[in-house]
């Protein structure tokens, strides 16, 4: 409950129904080689790549945005209510980068590799988690 004052002389009280998150999370990088390029060049496919691993992590998806761009490669953010994701890819070299970071205990972004390596179908899986904390 938080009180706001106005020209009011009575305070306001605001309730809030939204979760409050600490100033604390995991983050996940992970970086995917060898995937086949045609697959890392599908904007629609890997927003939907993108969406169904955030949503494995436990998160919830409040938007998805993406950029196409020339000659190749996408960009996909997800904007999440824990926090943020985001996608990058390089068809040429065949390689993914996926950041997640989730605020809280609540969602494990850890989880959403898997659903990134069962799709993108890599040769070599390099994946850090960092543990991050105000």
Known sequence: MQEIKSQNPQPIEVRSEAPVYEAQGKHLLLT?????????DSEQYLR????NAAIAAGATV???FSHKFSPQ???????????HASLHTYPESGVVFWDCF???HT???DRSA???????????????????SG
């Open 32 to 40: 995917l080689s060898g995937c086949a390029s045609k697959l890392l």
């Open 107 to 109: 969602c494990k972004p």
């Open 114 to 132: 898997q659903v990134l390596i069962d799709t993108l179908i890599p040769t070599h899986i390099d994946k850090q988690i960092i543990l991050r």
């Open 73 to 83: 490669g996408i960009t996909v953010l997800v904007v999440l209510a824990e926090s």
């Open 62 to 64: 409040l938007q998805v």
């Open 48 to 51: 939907g790549v993108a969406r």
């Open 102 to 104: 989730t605020c809280g």
